[in-house]
């Protein structure tokens, strides 16, 4: 994520249908039905979209985006995601759980450091402060419901504006949640997960819970407290904490370990009050290494875990990764993924990419079809995702100015994870990369092997093991080029 200010298609008829219930779409019972809309039970459901269900027309050249298959011309039509298509016991829709953020979609202006706004937004026309904020509402869930989004994602000072007090701010919030929650019972679309913005203010100049005032400390809780709830209200699935300026600009001026005891504290300050309120949202931590700060503590997944593992924290909180994030430690999204995945802490993904040639957070729509591949491969690996999903945190191009660009950026980010989920299920389903792997490996499942996993050996076994041999057993070659020509078969 990056600073906000830069920064769910229904059916035209009612009908009955038995099918797997898909996340996002209204839905009424006509007989029994599962407890929630992501239960896998088959059930028997009257579908309720019809397109009059629209409130505004701040597109009305925009159609409800429909799949339309891959020899569709249309560019405002799906080619590859068809939320109803079942892909190794799930509809699409239950394994993408797609969402829109609320910054870059409907805050974002075009501006950079280099220049201002560009983007044309009539409906902002004349407004500022808590009137643009109401006014905004109403457009970005029309964008999500032509789009088909089952959930969104915000942090608390893009949907409603800073106020002069803690007090005010609070107050602007209410009045946006309730406009939030009346646009969520009518388009049923869900919450992904709420944040707080602690990095815009120039209070948290210097971070929010390591910061070196004890009364930013306080502020930030107070902050957090509040988003708390609201997430909560909204029912939401989640909750994020990416700490934009929790890390240091230089090691001169700061006392690192008290820093990170701190963050510890504050984290768990959270934990407690979720309990109190009745929360049982999933936390996530968000990783990226640097931007704004020279280095953040959540530098990347491994970090973030030690950090968990450390401060007793791995009970309570997954951790939610970006690409662009991955990419700027120095790492592909595929890494991140496996290292959170094989410690059960893969918890939820920001969808978006960076342009190699650009060194920082440019947060581009994702369109590279070997990206998406690779993601939904460890996603399904490791269960897929449950409370979490794939988060569009992403923003159209300063160049891209005209609000039809959001639909384009959207369609071709939701095609591409299509495509990509199709394609790691073919992978999964051929077996010849997963045989390969397990072959790799055979020396681990049976003999010696065996006997140190199962920690029957020790130094002075294997030393006598190995003096007696002489020499170990040749190694096999890895066959990159193999399998990089394997992958292509599906790509």
């Given at each position: 994520?990056?600073?906000?200010?830069?920064?769910?298609?229904?059916?035209?008829?009612?009908?009955?249908?038995?099918?797997?219930?898909?996340?996002?779409?209204?839905?009424?019972?006509?007989?029994?039905?599962?407890?929630?809309?992501?239960?896998?039970?088959?059930?028997?459901?009257?579908?309720?979209?019809?397109?009059?269900?629209?409130?505004?027309?701040?597109?009305?050249?925009?159609?409800?985006?429909?799949?339309?298959?891959?020899?569709?011309?249309?560019?405002?039509?799906?080619?590859?995601?068809?939320?109803?298509?079942?892909?190794?016991?799930?509809?699409?829709?239950?394994?993408?759980?797609?969402?829109?953020?609320?910054?870059?979609?409907?805050?974002?202006?075009?501006?950079?450091?280099?220049?201002?706004?560009?983007?044309?937004?009539?409906?902002?026309?004349?407004?500022?402060?808590?009137?643009?904020?109401?006014?905004?509402?109403?457009?970005?869930?029309?964008?999500?419901?032509?789009?088909?989004?089952?959930?969104?994602?915000?942090?608390?000072?893009?949907?409603?504006?800073?106020?002069?007090?803690?007090?005010?701010?609070?107050?602007?919030?209410?009045?946006?949640?309730?406009?939030?929650?009346?646009?969520?019972?009518?388009?049923?679309?869900?919450?992904?997960?709420?944040t707080a913005q602690l990095f815009v203010h120039p209070r948290f100049m210097h971070g929010a819970a390591t910061s070196p005032n004890a009364e930013t400390f306080a502020f930030a809780a107070a902050q957090v407290k509040k988003a708390l709830e609201v997430t909560h209200a909204l029912g939401g699935a989640g909750y994020t904490f990416w700490g934009g300026r929790e890390g240091y600009s230089t090691l001169w001026n700061t006392d690192m370990k008290r820093e990170l005891e701190h963050l510890a504290k504050f984290l768990h300050m959270a934990v407690d009050y979720a309990k109190e309120i009745g929360f049982k949202g999933q936390f996530y931590i968000e990783p990226k290494p640097k931007e704004p700060t020279k280095h953040q503590y959540d530098s990347d997944a491994a970090a973030c875990l030690n950090f968990l593992r450390e401060y007793d924290l791995l009970p309570y909180l997954k951790l939610n990764l970006e690409t662009n994030h991955a990419t700027l430690a120095g790492h592909s999204m595929q890494h991140e993924m496996e290292v959170a995945g094989a410690a059960g802490a893969l918890g939820s993904i920001d969808a978006n990419t960076g342009d190699l040639l650009l060194g920082w957070d440019t947060d581009q729509f994702p369109t590279d079809i070997y990206l998406t591949t690779q993601c939904m491969l460890v996603a399904l690996k490791y269960g897929g995702f449950t409370t979490g999903g794939v988060n569009f945190d992403s923003k159209v191009r300063r160049e891209s100015i005209d609000p039809v660009d959001l639909f384009h950026a959207h369609i071709g980010g939701m095609d591409a994870f299509a495509r990509g989920l199709k394609i790691a299920a073919a992978i999964r389903a051929d077996g010849r990369l997963a045989d390969f792997v397990k072959e790799r490996y055979s020396s681990w499942d049976s003999g010696l092997g065996a006997s140190i996993e199962a920690g029957k050996e020790s130094f002075a076994s294997l030393e006598k093991i190995m003096l007696e041999k002489g020499e170990a057993a040749a190694c096999k070659s890895g066959r990159q080029e193999f399998l990089e020509n394997l992958i292509n078969e599906f790509v």
């Amino acid at each position: 994520m990056v600073d906000p200010r830069g920064r769910r298609g229904g059916f035209g008829i009612d009908f009955v249908v038995t099918l797997r219930p898909m996340v996002g779409y209204a839905w009424e019972v006509k007989g029994s039905h599962p407890a929630t809309p992501n239960a896998t039970d088959r059930t028997t459901l009257q579908i309720h979209r019809p397109p009059t269900q629209i409130m505004s027309s701040h597109f009305p050249d925009v159609p409800k985006i429909a799949f339309e298959g891959p020899k569709s011309k249309n560019p405002l039509s799906y080619k590859h995601y068809n939320p109803a298509e079942v892909v190794e016991g799930k509809t699409m829709a239950e394994h993408l759980r797609f969402s829109i953020v609320y910054w870059h979609t409907i805050c974002g202006q075009g501006a950079d450091m280099f220049g201002g706004p560009t983007a044309l937004r009539p409906w902002e026309a004349g407004l500022s402060g808590i009137d643009l904020a109401k006014a905004r509402v109403p457009v970005f869930f029309e964008i999500a419901e032509k789009l088909g989004m089952p959930y969104y994602a915000f942090h608390d000072r893009d949907v409603a504006p800073h106020g002069r007090t803690l007090r005010e701010s609070n107050e602007y919030l209410d009045t946006i949640t309730a406009l939030l929650k009346e646009q969520q019972q009518r388009t049923g679309i869900k919450l992904l997960w709420g944040t707080a913005q602690l990095f815009v203010h120039p209070r948290f100049m210097h971070g929010a819970a390591t910061s070196p005032n004890a009364e930013t400390f306080a502020f930030a809780a107070a902050q957090v407290k509040k988003a708390l709830e609201v997430t909560h209200a909204l029912g939401g699935a989640g909750y994020t904490f990416w700490g934009g300026r929790e890390g240091y600009s230089t090691l001169w001026n700061t006392d690192m370990k008290r820093e990170l005891e701190h963050l510890a504290k504050f984290l768990h300050m959270a934990v407690d009050y979720a309990k109190e309120i009745g929360f049982k949202g999933q936390f996530y931590i968000e990783p990226k290494p640097k931007e704004p700060t020279k280095h953040q503590y959540d530098s990347d997944a491994a970090a973030c875990l030690n950090f968990l593992r450390e401060y007793d924290l791995l009970p309570y909180l997954k951790l939610n990764l970006e690409t662009n994030h991955a990419t700027l430690a120095g790492h592909s999204m595929q890494h991140e993924m496996e290292v959170a995945g094989a410690a059960g802490a893969l918890g939820s993904i920001d969808a978006n990419t960076g342009d190699l040639l650009l060194g920082w957070d440019t947060d581009q729509f994702p369109t590279d079809i070997y990206l998406t591949t690779q993601c939904m491969l460890v996603a399904l690996k490791y269960g897929g995702f449950t409370t979490g999903g794939v988060n569009f945190d992403s923003k159209v191009r300063r160049e891209s100015i005209d609000p039809v660009d959001l639909f384009h950026a959207h369609i071709g980010g939701m095609d591409a994870f299509a495509r990509g989920l199709k394609i790691a299920a073919a992978i999964r389903a051929d077996g010849r990369l997963a045989d390969f792997v397990k072959e790799r490996y055979s020396s681990w499942d049976s003999g010696l092997g065996a006997s140190i996993e199962a920690g029957k050996e020790s130094f002075a076994s294997l030393e006598k093991i190995m003096l007696e041999k002489g020499e170990a057993a040749a190694c096999k070659s890895g066959r990159q080029e193999f399998l990089e020509n394997l992958i292509n078969e599906f790509v």
